[in-house]
């Protein structure tokens, strides 16, 4: 089991926006297929993991390798591979659910027939003709959730991904971004004992340093409350 | 091309919804045709003094398609949702350029009729087919500077500020080779039957040295 090659690896990441730095020296590795739960307050440096994961940010020291890809060097080769569920919906307002979706199938080279069975998935499909800017926020995150795993992606990069959702949604939510997906996933949360049940390995960030990365059973209360405090 | 022509379908799509581009830059070069036509004080104009009011009253339209042209990209998760797919980005820059291409012509589809209403005595109609060409290579200029001007704008705080701080300089040698290029044409006495030839070589040659250093930087202006 050792053997199996990591889905991610973080050595020595660091990221800084001007002065600050976000990200400090952060190392982990992920299995495929597991769950890595990111812990921190506010500002901890957990959306900017994400952001670099995605490629969306490049990291100014340390390596990150996706699915044996180095990061940002080869960023085009695991593109394809990546569903990003960030705090912006990524979505057109004044567009509808499904063009929204259809652009991004068209971008990600998907058959349409995927949109529909997306949006029946996420149970939008008699909402979809509505342009986005007049859904409820909780629809808004379905639909996202939806532009998410549309092109069946091998990692799920989750930011507070069940925001804004209520129980059923979340409930129905579960298949696409849950255990159940298959997909190796990156999720943060506020709600650090939801997170840590979903969760595989846990990487605690503060200020921007790894406080804690390892085992959840071995994170216990007393550590979540520092984390948090 | 096929990427570029899904972003240029959606930007078209999002412009008719909302409205927000296209009819702003009709509406601002409407208004300064006005303001020229009682600030000169004048029933007409012609020749090289016409070329430089409708010129620059279309560059200054333009500005405002630039500054907009990457709005929804910035305040709605665009750039992220396209950084994200696994296609070449350079697709996006054609997008963009195609669709303020687009904007202009329209804009001009409008505007010139009321230019010669309001500020020219004659008929534009022996000038028209000059004017076409030279207003195509004129656009082809715009879109691809504008384009590159408002990728470089959107990135920064002052991007409202930035976008004419760069652009304007940046688009002042098509500015000239437009308006000498449709002066000849817009003389009351003896017009020119045609653009000369040596403002529309400079125009297309800046064309294509802007098209080439656009190709070769864009990518570089999505990184973060």
Redesign the interface.
């Known amino acids: 089991m050792d053997a199996e090659p990591p889905a991610i690896e973080l050595r020595g990441v660091t990221r800084y926006f001007g002065e600050r730095s976000a990200l400090r020296d952060v190392s982990v590795r992920v299995a495929p297929g597991a769950t890595l739960a990111v812990l921190g307050r506010n500002g901890a440096g957990k959306s900017t993991l994400l952001r670099i994961l995605?490629?969306?940010?490049?990291p100014h020291a340390g390596d990150v390798i996706v699915f044996g890809e180095p990061l940002p060097r080869r960023a085009?080769a695991v593109?394809?591979e990546?569903g990003?569920l960030?705090h912006?919906?990524?979505?057109?307002?004044?567009?509808t659910g499904r063009?929204n979706l259809e652009?991004?199938a068209?971008?990600?080279?998907v058959a349409h027939e995927r949109v529909q069975e997306v949006l029946e998935a996420v149970a939008m499909e008699r909402r979809a003709g509505d342009?986005v800017r007049l859904l409820s926020r909780g629809m808004v995150q379905r639909i996202a959730i939806a532009?998410a795993v549309l092109h069946a992606p091998r990692l799920l990069l989750l930011d507070e991904p069940r925001a804004n959702l209520d129980p059923s949604a979340a409930e129905l939510v579960e298949p696409l971004i849950g255990r159940a997906s298959g997909c190796t996933r990156v999720l943060t949360s506020h709600d650090p004992g939801a997170a840590l049940a979903e969760a595989d390995l846990v990487l605690a960030l503060k200020d921007g340093r790894a406080v804690f990365a390892g085992d959840p059973n071995a994170f216990g209360e007393a550590q979540v409350r520092e984390l948090y405090a | 091309m096929r990427t570029a022509l899904v972003v240029l379908r959606k930007d078209l799509r999002v412009e008719a919804r909302t409205l927000e581009t296209v009819p702003a830059m009709v509406l601002l070069a409407l208004v300064t045709f006005v303001i020229f036509h009682f600030a000169l004080d004048r029933d007409t104009i012609e020749g090289q003094l016409a070329a430089g009011v409708l010129t620059a009253t279309l560059l200054f339209a333009a500005m405002l398609g630039i500054n907009r042209l990457f709005v929804a990209e910035r305040e709605q998760g665009g750039f992220d949702a396209f950084l994200l797919a696994p296609v070449d980005r350079t697709a996006l820059l054609i997008a963009k350029a195609a669709a303020l291409f687009i904007y202009l012509a329209v804009l001009e589809v409008i505007a010139v009729p009321a230019f010669g209403l309001l500020l020219l005595g004659s008929s534009l109609g022996h000038a028209l087919p000059g004017m076409i060409l030279i207003l195509v290579l004129a656009d082809l200029g715009l879109a691809v500077i504008g384009t590159l001007v408002s990728a470089i704008a959107v990135h920064t705080r002052a991007r409202d500020l930035i976008g004419p701080v760069i652009g304007l300089p940046l688009l002042l040698p098509a500015l000239i080779a437009t308006a000498r290029a449709i002066g000849p044409l817009l003389r009351a006495a003896h017009p020119a039957t045609a653009p000369p030839g040596r403002w529309l070589a400079v125009l297309a040659l800046y064309d294509l040295v802007f098209a080439l250093i656009a190709y070769g930087v864009f990518d570089f202006l999505l990184e973060d």
């Open positions: 995605a490629t969306l940010l490049r085009f593109r394809g990546l990003l960030a912006e919906p990524l979505l057109y307002r004044e567009l063009e652009y991004h068209r971008l990600h080279g342009p532009r």
